[in-house]
């Protein structure tokens, strides 16, 4: 039996997806988390076999949340399910210990595979996305993205950026302080070249590091 704990905080989302899996013989949906921090804390004590993670959620989102899983619950295996495409984000994920990557255009029969591959030790890429990396590899455009310049850290507060979060509520919940989090900040305006947050979310958009209804 696969184990798996669905994290997203859309309940719609994470409806279909358990239907799916439950019709699937040798799966099982153990769990159901709509925050970062609550897939930390449900992996710490539980250890689902496979967890399925959304990136952009409230709270820490799903690249610290990875990040955490990774290295508290090495058994636990994480496949990041997203609307992001485009790298740096699949590269990121993949370097703090993600054992696979696809995007929320998959087909459910994509899903059950890559399920099923990873629990088994393999590692899965949605195909066109390793097609897009090794292409991008292939032609030397690695760079081209400016938001290949940015640190996990400076692209886990890109992200709560773009949503509207503010530098205080940033700060109580990555527990650093509020003048960390501006100097990550202002960091980050510095590589990219823009003067602001609303620049900053622009720019995000226009790279396709965030769709436009979660920049809301």
Known sequence: MINVLLVDDHELVRTGI???LDDVRGFKVVGEAKTGEEAVSYCRQSEPDIVLMDMNMPG???????????????DVKVIV??????????????????????????G??????????????????APEI?????????????????????SDREL???LMITKG?????????????????NSYRYRMFEKLNVSGDVELTHLAIR?????IDSSH
């Open 60 to 74: 820490i989102g799903g690249l610290e949340a990875t990040k955490k899983i990774c290295r508290y619950c090495p």
């Open 18 to 20: 358990k239907r799916i």
């Open 81 to 106: 399910l997203t609307v992001h495409c485009e790298d740096p984000f699949p590269s990121k994920v993949m370097q703090i210990g993600a054992h696979g990557y696809l995007t929320k255009s998959a």
């Open 156 to 158: 886990q507060i890109m």
């Open 130 to 150: 390793a097609q897009q990396i090794a292409l991008a590899q292939f032609s030397g455009k690695v760079d081209e993205n400016p938001f290949q310049s940015l």
């Open 207 to 211: 790279h396709k590091m965030i769709d």
């Open 108 to 125: 459910p029969d994509e899903m059950i595979n890559a399920i099923r591959a990873v629990n088994a030790g393999q590692r899965y890429i």
């Open 165 to 181: 979060e503010k530098a205080q509520d940033i700060a109580d919940r990555l527990n650093l302080s509020s003048k960390t989090v």
